[in-house]
């Protein structure tokens, strides 16, 4: 039972309830200096008493140093509570998927499914030695051109489009793999 619960009228009709409000209003809540960077900090709680005032009134008024510890940390702090989001987030929707649940209320779960390709290069390789040799000398080019260190070794990725360029899109299919990506998302749908 919570306190001051025995003082409380059971059972008001609405009207009541107002009445009662306008006769005993809720006590107000005092609200934290929204600007002061000891009060809106959850790992920082402002040490002041109400009738002091703080010394920092802003985050623009702390020295420089001091400043970025707290940018810093709030920064930690948000990327933290995003990744906490995130994760929430992708569990819900992954639950939803597996349980079939497509729709509820004014909410649909749509996906947009993108397909991407990557070249086997060993066996474009094999394949297609003449085009993977013209491949391998451009990516040495472009390396030496921006000026960093070269090996002659074998190329690790090649660009699929360059690649259709080169033999075509359909003997091309023979030595890629594809990899299919979900991106699922909540969408209002206005009734």
Known sequence: MTVGAEEQPQGLTPKEEAADLRENPLPEEQDPCLTCTHCVREELVCGLDSDQECTYQSLDDLPPLERIYFLEQEKKR??????NVTKMRDERID????SGITEEGDFLLKNKRRKVRAVKVDEFKAQFPEAYRTLHNAAIDAAMKKAQDVTVSDLVTISVKEAE????KKPLSNVCTEQVYDHWSIV???G
């Open 188 to 190: 209002l749908v206005e």
């Open 78 to 83: 948000l990327e933290q509570a995003l990744a």
């Open 95 to 98: 639950a939803a998927v597996k």
């Open 165 to 168: 360029e080169l033999v075509g």
